[in-house]
Nanobody, 123 residues
Framework: QVQLAESGGGLVQAGGSLRLSCAAS????????IAWFRQCPGKEREFVAA?????????DYANSVKGRFTISRDNAKNTVYLQMNSLKPEDTGVYYC???????????????WGQGTQVTVSS
């Protein structure tokens, strides 16, 4: 079992940057794929980025964030990061990290979830 806790959200101006962290409990963290999803106001939860359990720097991204967001993981610290650059107002939402042995861009595939962290980008 894995417990996840996100941090690093906040208020930032458009064009700014934030780095989200997802700290995981459990000694088997490296056995899990980790993904970031977000729920923007009035929208369904959507995929942002994912990284399989074998990688620490290569991830898959939604088209809307490709080239601006970077996912990475530090297995020694049991932590996954989402570096978000060139933020836009439409990036505003609650960001969740999720874990499952197998990477996917579908939220229903993930068994473990954090509570979420709010990101607000002002124009």
């Amino acid at each position: 079992q894995v417990q996840l806790a996100e941090s690093g959200g906040g208020l930032v101006q458009a064009g700014g940057s934030l780095r989200l962290s997802c700290a995981a409990s459990g000694r088997t963290f490296s056995s899990y794929a980790i993904a970031w999803f977000r729920q923007c106001p009035g929208k369904e939860r959507e995929f942002v980025a994912a990284m399989n359990r074998w990688s620490t720097s290569n991830g898959d991204y939604a088209n809307s964030v490709k080239g601006r967001f970077t996912i990475s993981r530090d297995n020694a610290k049991n932590t996954v990061y989402l570096q978000m650059n060139s933020l836009k107002p439409e990036d505003t939402g609650v960001y969740y990290c999720a874990a499952d042995p197998r990477a996917s861009d579908r939220d229903l595939e993930y068994k473990y979830w954090g509570q979420g962290t709010q990101v607000t980008v002002s124009s």
